[in-house]
């Protein structure tokens, strides 16, 4: 059982679009971090929210995280190749001393 | 220059060939953890550390061990490796866990035949 879901697991757009990816879960968490991959290397955090209906943004990106701390959402607007990559999501648990889960990922391709 | 580093980046072995995978951090940190990541299951943790001398289990454990002699290596071992253990392994630290930004190594890509 997938403790946080993340949709669309695959997402393939035109550069210039916008996109949202979303993770949810029927956990609470203690706080929510978005990671970004690229082939061949590890994650890379690019933003952690604490507080519900928290909402930061970097750059192109805005995350927010929901209300009663069970989900988030990544936008990014007007996407561009360099975007391309794998979003993780990952979130600790309040009932496992702090354990970190991850989603399984999104897949995002933004084609020129 | 702060980082993760695992050796080696690639390995295929054979099933039942006992091997270790090498991890090491410069930052201090006091939490490290092992992840694998699987095609459609994300990264799933194996065992991690909060200190030296300190472990415990992950959500997949089985089939692995770790040891924490040191602050700045958590080596994974894996005693008699099988074909399911095929995976991207990715060592990581942070300076405690939960909302702390993890660091994350270059990943080794194991394929066990």
């Known amino acids: 059982t997938q403790l946080l879901e993340q949709s669309p697991q695959f997402l393939s757009i035109q550069e210039g679009e916008n996109l949202t990816v979303y993770c949810n879960s029927s956990?609470?968490?203690?706080?929510l971090q978005w990671y970004r991959q690229e082939p061949g290397e590890g994650p890379v955090l690019l933003v952690t929210?604490?507080?519900?209906?928290e909402v930061k943004k970097l750059k192109r990106l805005t995350f927010q995280f929901g209300d009663a701390r069970k989900d988030s959402s990544l936008h990014i607007t007007a996407a561009q190749p360099g975007d391309t990559g794998l979003y993780l999501c990952?979130?600790?648990?309040?009932?496992?001393?702090?354990?970190?889960?991850f989603g399984q990922g999104t897949e995002l391709s933004v084609k020129p | 220059e702060a980082q993760v580093t695992q050796n080696p980046r690639y390995l295929i072995t054979v099933t039942g060939k006992k091997l270790t995978v090498t991890c090491s951090q410069n930052?201090?940190?006091?939490?490290m953890s092992w992840y694998r990541q699987d095609p459609g299951l994300g990264l799933r943790q194996i065992y991690y550390?909060?200190?030296?001398?300190?472990?415990d289990k992950g959500d997949v454990p089985e089939g692995y061990k770790v040891s924490r002699k040191e602050k700045r290596n958590f080596p994974l071992i894996l005693e008699s490796p099988s074909p399911n253990q095929t995976s991207l392994y990715f060592c990581?630290?942070?300076?405690?866990?939960?909302?702390?930004?993890?660091?994350f190594g270059p990943g080794t890509r194991l394929t066990v035949t």
């Open positions: 990581a630290s942070s300076l405690a866990p939960s909302s702390y930004e993890q660091y």
């Open positions: 956990s609470v968490f203690s706080s």
């Open positions: 929210v604490v507080t519900g209906g």
């Open positions: 990952a979130a600790d648990r309040e009932d496992q001393g702090g354990k970190l889960i």
């Open positions: 930052m201090n940190h006091e939490y």
């Open positions: 550390s909060m200190n030296v001398e300190v472990t």
